[in-house]
């Protein structure tokens, strides 16, 4: 922080990169579940048979805390390409799952009761 100006233009720019990361991906990921006219149907990342998954979730939480790690290290300069290579082995299975043909879920019909 500089004492002549309250924040500079990288450090605003910092700012403003985290709170959409922060604010706006869990905003988007939300909008593109519930969205009924979006063609990309993001509700598949985090719900099996239309009911919450837990390592779904905990999958995604944490592979949101590493993109805001990378970010963060790609801001300050001390990303290596060790950290681009485990970044990819998050994303690569996200990216393929987002992007891939949905298969339809068998329902199971009652029987009549007599």
């Known amino acids: 922080m500089n004492a002549d ?12 990169v985290f709170f959409f990361l922060y604010f706006g991906v869990p905003a988007l990921l ?8 979006c063609s990309l149907d993001l509700r598949d990342l985090w719900t099996h048979n239309n009911r919450p998954d837990k390592l779904a979730v905990i999958i995604l939480g944490t ?3 590493h993109t805001a790690s990378m970010v963060l290290w790609a801001l300050s300069k ?4 060790t950290d681009y290579l485990t970044y990819m082995g998050w994303a690569l299975p996200i990216i393929a799952k987002m992007f891939a ?12 009761k007599e």
């Not at 100006?5 to 403003?16: C, I, K, N, R, V």
């Not at 043909?101 to 009549?112: A, F, G, K, N, R």
């Open 63 to 65: 592979w949101w805390v």
């Open 5 to 16: 100006t309250f924040l500079s233009l990288p450090e605003l720019l910092f700012l403003g």
């Open 30 to 37: 939300v909008w593109g579940s519930y969205c009924e006219s």
């Open 78 to 81: 001390t990303v290596t390409t």
């Open 101 to 112: 043909p949905s298969t339809p879920t068998l329902t199971v019909q009652e029987t009549p």
